[in-house]
DNA sequence: ATTGTCTATCGTCGATCAACGATATGCGTC
DNA sequence: GACGCATATCGTTGATCGACGATAGACAAT
């Protein structure tokens, strides 16, 4: 439809080469973008985000997935870092990393 | 180590609810976080931006991927509405789609 | 119309995800 | 020490990803 003949105008121009440092920037977003990449994930996030503290197998009754699955995505969130469980007594509390959150929202607003 | 006992302190308390709407919120997020949960795409999406205008087949020339899996990204990318393909005679040109990037931005920062 | 170029799609293969039930582990209580 | 509860891990299964080469499709030029 937009068709553009001859001129190759601005399209394509070699004026800028991608710097191979952000390679290493790259990886850093995906995986914390990957870590997103679930609906359940983002879901947990937010739901420990609305509540001031942490959070233990409640997670498993908000969510209509079994304990395991849910457990598995935890495990997702925390080695991504996003997330941190802390051992208290027979159950165990998360929370959101903060540091790590942070760091995900620059890299998301320094694109 | 950090053992807590008896009192159950601000652990997992009930007295905020998941409000439901946002599971459209959180696919809305994992749709958007999913696009970017690949280095390779990451990139991609930085090689467009670092340009003022659109790219090409350029990009596979940045990349260290085969041609086919680049245009498979660019598809993902395409679908997930980060990026938008023109046509431009034998080539496309590819930008960014500003729109959904401030929309995943203003998702990210939201949390 | 044929050719050459650029891009998208197809088909395949190995690897990984997402989900579950079943089981193991850790901890407090009796 | 045995039991009960909360959580993690294991093992399985079907679905999807990520990568590639090969091929098909669109377009400009000859």
Known sequence: MVRTKAVA???CNTDEKLSLPD???A???AKLAWALAHPARVRIVRLLL???SCICGEIVEEMTLAQST???HLKILKEAGLVQGEIDGPRVCYCIHEQTMAKLKKLVAGL
Do not use: F, H, P
Request: aromatic fraction near 6%.
């Open 27 to 29: 990886e850093d977003l």
């Open 9 to 11: 105008k601005k399209c």
């Open 70 to 72: 849910v457990s598995q």
């Open 50 to 52: 609305s509540r001031t």
């Open 23 to 25: 390679v290493a920037w």
